[in-house]
């Protein structure tokens, strides 16, 4: 089954709880939120704090895209504001294999996200210790930005390894997902769409949501 993650991001925040509310009744599985430093991204969003809010809105799980430099300082932060996955960029951690450790002592599940011009290669080694790999289809940094139709070898590429690996990893992916791309993403081989605009920005989040799940059953 294919998981929908509404991203936060193109959420109203003046009415957050309402807009989480109305992703959870429309079918979303999972709340994603991207936090943002300024330096890794040129964007600066919201941190642990705001996370928490978060949970007190809903039950569905909390998947935490880290796009921010020397994640390890804030691990235990974004966990005990109710964290459930935490991801983090291969391109900020040096010590990737301990940075995962951590999150996974933590009691979270971890993720690793690679961006555009990040080869899958780069997680090969680590494949069997991770439940989440996380391709963008986009630079990060940005909502509403452009689908980069390149990304979708590198989303294949990933299936393949994860197939290799016989463990139960997610294969999300994130930026420009709409009902056109996510058709093509899934038949990559993705199986959690991360859709910000598409979902949050449609008539309603409710048509949003069926939308995509529309058009990925065609
Ligand atoms: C981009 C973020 C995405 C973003 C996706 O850096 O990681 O999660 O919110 O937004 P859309 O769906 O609008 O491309
Ligand atoms: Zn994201």
């Not at 330096?39 to 978060?54: A, E, L, M, Q, R």
């Not at 080694?125 to 930005?145: A, Y």
């Not at 769409?193 to 920005?201: E, M, N, R, W, Y």
Request: net charge negative.
């Amino acid at each position: 089954m294919i998981k929908i993650a509404p991203s936060l991001l193109a959420a109203d925040f003046s009415i957050l709880g309402k807009q989480i509310s109305e992703a959870e009744q429309g079918g979303a599985d999972w709340i994603h939120l991207d936090v943002m430093d300024g330096h890794f991204v040129p964007n600066i969003t919201f941190g642990s704090p705001f996370v928490s809010s978060v949970r007190k809105c809903t039950k569905l799980p909390l998947d935490v895209h880290l796009m921010i430099e020397e994640p390890d300082t804030f691990l235990a932060s974004f966990r005990s504001a109710g964290a459930d996955i935490i991801t983090v960029h291969q391109e900020t951690c040096p010590h990737l294999y301990r940075t995962i450790q951590t999150i996974k002592e933590s009691g979270s599940k971890a993720g690793v996200a690679l961006n555009p011009s990040t080869p899958v290669a780069t997680i090969q080694e680590i494949i069997d210790d991770i439940d989440l790999v996380l391709i963008m289809t986009v630079e990060p940094g940005f909502g509403n930005q452009h689908f980069i139709k390149n990304t979708l070898k590198k989303i294949h590429e990933a299936r393949k390894l994860i197939d290799h690996s016989k463990k139960e990893i997610f294969l999300e992916v994130d930026g420009g997902i709409d009902r056109n791309t996510a058709r093509l993403v899934i038949e990559a081989g993705a199986n959690v769409l991360v859709a910000g605009t598409s979902i949050f920005k449609a008539d309603s989040v409710q048509k949003g949501i069926t939308s995509l799940r529309t058009a990925i059953k065609k």
